[in-house]
């Protein structure tokens, strides 16, 4: 039996490069360094105390970005696999409602709009005078 091996080659996918989060002992290690806690991190924000750690295992955008800012780094460089290239969150909080529902005028914005369309208009009908 005959195998090409140049054909066998061509066939694999080339190899993504795997982006790596910092591991949660890291950055706990990290925040220790500087000389104070998760625990303390999160009362100074007045959450609760296990708040902001929730960010190191699951994506919460509000806690990784109090933790980055702590650190003096951005979200992105703790986990570029939660962030899009352009510093959005991939999923958690930060997507959500994003195109779920369709905008809806209140009343008071309707009565708004109405007005500034009624004001254009005369300012239109005022420049048609002035041009006759």
């Known amino acids: 039996m005959f195998i090409n091996y140049k054909t066998l080659n061509m066939l694999k996918k080339p190899a993504k490069e795997k982006v790596q989060d ?11 360094k500087t000389g104070t806690s998760l625990q303390r991190i999160s009362r100074e924000h007045n959450l609760c105390n296990a708040a902001v750690g929730q ?14 800012e702590h650190l003096g ?8 696999s939660r962030y899009n290239s352009d510093g959005t ?6 997507e ?3 195109g779920r529902y369709p905008a ?10 109405n007005d500034t369309t009624i004001i254009n208009s005369r300012n239109v009908n005022a420049l048609d005078k002035v041009a006759a």
């Not at 780094?73 to 570029?80: G, L, R, S």
């Not at 969150?89 to 930060?94: F, H, I, V, W, Y």
């Open 22 to 32: 910092w591991h949660p002992v890291d950055v706990v290690a990290a925040i220790r």
């Open 55 to 68: 960010a190191l295992y699951r994506p919460y955008p509000k806690s990784e970005r109090i933790i980055a």
């Open 73 to 80: 780094i951005t979200p992105q460089t703790i986990w570029p």
């Open 89 to 94: 969150p991939k999923s958690g909080r930060g």
């Open 96 to 98: 959500r409602g994003i």
């Open 104 to 113: 809806q005028l209140t009343s008071a914005s309707k009565t708004k709009a």
